[in-house]
């Protein structure tokens, strides 16, 4: 039962256009949603997070979309960087702070 | 702020071995996490600890599976009887208060031949 999802695996995106990360949950209990990145033979590091009060959050180049009614949300990355090239995860919880619950992650490779 | 520090980065053992692995998070962090992260998948909660106490437990961790934290700094994980199976990358998480997100180590890697 995976309660949370990301449904492409791997992505493809040219330096300096938008790269679009989404993640699909299913538990409508979750209010608390988090990006991560993953570097090979590194663990993951926070990106940004979103509450469910809100329906967009930004940092930067990154901005998280949070869509309720679709249990939805996506990661904008904007201009993409080559150095963005990572396994991305989403993860939710309940509260913010307990336990995640993590999508299968996916490859961005952002091409020069 | 030195990070999340995980001993040993690789481990391989034989099927049916016992392992331990160590977790020393960031100083004054009070709560602790263990996850599992398997090929191509995401990474699955294990264990929590606030302080020394085991606050909540997985259906993932088995009996062979025990997580420690006896004075509330460093954890440690042991399997007992390896399979095949546990292989994997094993994540340590911290926090100082609840509401921050967690600051993962690098992972032990196990290998389970």
């Known amino acids: 039962d ?17 790269s679009i990360l989404n993640c699909d949950y299913t538990n409508s209990m979750f ?12 663990g993951p590091t926070f990106l940004i997070s979103i509450s469910s009060i809100k329906d967009k959050n930004e940092d930067g180049r990154f901005t998280v979309f949070l869509n309720k009614s679709a249990k939805h949300l996506s990661l904008h990355i904007v201009p993409s960087q080559p150095g963005d090239s990572a396994v991305y995860f989403c993860a939710a919880s309940k509260h913010a702070g ?15 | 702020d030195t990070g999340v520090s ?3 980065r ?11 692995f160590r977790c020393d998070p960031i100083s004054e962090h009070n709560r602790l996490y263990w996850y599992r992260q398997t ?35 460093f954890s440690t994980l042991e399997i007992q009887r ?17 509401g921050e997100p967690l600051h993962f180590g690098n992972g032990t890697r196990l290998t389970v031949t």
Request: some cysteine; hydrophobic content about 30%.
């Open chain 1, 31 to 42: 209010d608390y949603f988090l990006w991560y990145k993953k570097y090979p033979a590194e």
């Open chain 2, 6 to 8: 995980q001993n040993p």
């Open chain 2, 39 to 73: 090929l191509g998948q995401g990474p699955e909660f294990l264990t929590y600890f606030q302080n020394e106490a085991q606050l909540e437990k997985s259906r993932l961790l088995s009996d062979r599976f025990s997580a420690e934290r006896p004075k509330g700094s």
């Open chain 2, 10 to 20: 690789h481990k391989i053992t034989k099927r049916g071995q016992n392992v331990t």
């Open chain 1, 98 to 112: 307990n336990m995640l619950t993590f999508g299968g992650g996916t490859r961005l490779m952002v091409k020069p």
């Open chain 1, 2 to 18: 995976q309660q949370v999802k990301q449904n492409s695996p791997s992505l493809s995106v040219q330096e300096g256009r938008i």
């Open chain 2, 82 to 98: 390896t399979e095949q199976g546990d292989s994997a990358m094993y994540l340590c998480a911290s926090i100082k208060t609840v």
